[in-house]
């Protein structure tokens, strides 16, 4: 397990120290220990550094974990976290005896808990103060889920405590890398209120692409409607189970939802690792090709059709808003971070999207065909957020593999590039289809008139 940057700079100095021999035998042996949990890191310093996203990595209302803990504007939230503890005790009804019993079964994961952060983050906490931290954030969390979801049916379990301009906030910082409480936290508490069903989480983070209220009011569609309908396109997932065990924290979940299951067709072609670079979606649209929102809002479903003449690129539709930059700049910051993901995914996709953005009538274009449904207000500002989120990233060049392939391949057909780009540039507005239409019938007119002035009917 990596230690902190204070413990891996002493490591470093004492190597510098070493003889020789020693020196050799610390490189063949290996004198990192093994990595038995993965810690939940913190921001790489690289994108910190970019001036535009600063403010997109620290939450705006609430801390959870120990990262952010105790910062002063935060302190209102805080004080909330005691009603939705005395909340969340109080729906678990006659399964739970009193708060103590919650108390002891957090105290009883709390050293695996600690264990997830690094490790100069927790020093300075003792195992109870600890302890009363992991439990206010879980029932914070949980009970945020149950209210955003609708998890209770009963008048009396639901909180009207929060605005829904303090839960867009609250949402937002549940899902920033430095902001996450581990999942094993959320789940000892979870038996005493839904008997152990995690469908809650897994509800809450398919609900997360669209904010539509939940058609049951169940445990059963829990999680599986806040990752669903906040922030990327509002379609199911492909009725796709998602699955708790092996994510560490929500923004792993989340991470995991978005991404979709693997293409196996992009795996089969990974080899070539070409750096096919896409053109912007006007350039795209006059070589002839066309774009189409996919079925589901998951960022590897990115495909291409080819056609005669034209061809089809289809994206997952996209809800852009005040919450997806910060999402994305998280779940990119999560994807470079050292335990993080072997892939990097959720770092091309936004790539790709700022190839494909250039200025304001690329978003036009993709609004128009229901891939961007653009919430920020202007379609400069939605390109100006791409070409910000994706400053100085580096994409998996094997992303979209067969779809870059094929669109490389249908450009550099010369005959069709060239049919594609005479069509477009004289029927690209309807008004000059219609004018060819009717210059059309108006010379078949002409024709016939001709015809039976020459020979006429008998």
Not at 141 to 149: E, K, R, S
Not at 302 to 312: C, I, R
Request: glycine share 4%; charged share 25%.
């Amino acid at each position: 397990m990596q230690g902190s940057p204070p413990e891996r700079m002493t490591k470093f100095h004492a190597r510098n120290k070493m003889s020789k021999d020693e020196w050799l035998i610390c490189i063949e042996e290996g004198d990192e220990e093994p990595t038995k949990k993965q810690r939940i890191a913190k921001v790489p310093s690289m994108l910190q550094e970019v001036e535009s996203n600063k403010k997109c990595y620290d939450p705006l209302v609430v801390s959870i974990g120990p990262y952010h803990h105790g910062k002063k504007e935060l302190e209102a939230v805080e004080q909330l976290k005691f009603k939705f503890a005395n909340q969340f005790r109080l729906a678990c009804g006659d399964r739970v005896s009193s708060m103590n019993q919650l108390y002891e079964e957090v105290a009883k994961v709390v050293h695996c808990a600690r264990e997830c952060y690094e490790e100069d983050s927790t020093t300075k906490y003792d195992d109870e103060s600890f302890t009363k931290m992991m439990f206010l954030d879980a029932c914070f969390v949980l009970q945020f889920m149950c209210i955003l979801t609708k998890a209770e049916t009963k008048e009396e379990d639901q909180l009207p405590t929060m605005k829904s301009y303090l839960c867009a906030f609250v949402w937002r910082d549940l899902f920033l890398l430095e902001n996450q409480i581990p999942l094993l936290v959320l789940k000892v508490l979870l038996k005493f209120r839904f008997r152990g069903d995690t469908n809650l989480i897994k509800d809450f983070i398919n609900l997360a692409t669209s904010i539509k209220p939940p058609e049951k009011s169940s445990c059963t569609n829990l999680v599986k409607k806040f990752v669903n309908e906040c922030c990327l396109g509002g379609q199911t997932n492909d009725e796709r189970e998602l699955q708790l065990d092996g994510n560490p924290h929500l923004l792993d979940l989340m991470r995991t939802h978005l991404i979709g299951p693997p293409n196996f067709e992009d795996i089969i072609i990974k080899k070539s690792d070409q750096w096919n670079s896409y053109r912007s979606v006007t350039e795209l649209e006059e070589a002839g090709i066309h774009f189409k929102a996919s079925k589901t809002h998951c960022v590897t479903d990115v495909t291409f059709k080819d056609h005669l003449v034209y061809g089809t690129m289809m994206l997952p539709p996209l809800v852009v808003d005040d919450t997806t930059k910060p999402l994305l700049l998280n779940l990119v910051a999560y994807e470079m971070s050292p335990n993080g993901p072997h892939d990097s995914l959720i770092t091309s996709y936004v790539w790709l999207m700022d190839s494909l953005i250039d200025h304001a009538n690329d978003v036009k274009e993709l609004r128009k065909k229901g891939i961007l449904n653009n919430n920020l207000g202007s379609d400069e500002h939605l390109a100006t957020l791409f070409n910000e989120i994706a400053n100085g990233l580096v994409p998996d060049p094997s992303a979209y593999a067969l779809a870059k392939c094929q669109i490389e391949t249908h450009c550099k057909n010369k005959c069709r590039f060239w049919i594609a780009e005479w069509m477009h540039k004289h029927f690209s507005s309807p008004w000059t289809v219609l004018a060819f239409l009717a210059a059309i019938f108006a010379l078949a007119l002409s024709t016939g008139q001709t015809y039976f002035s020459v020979f006429p009917r008998s």
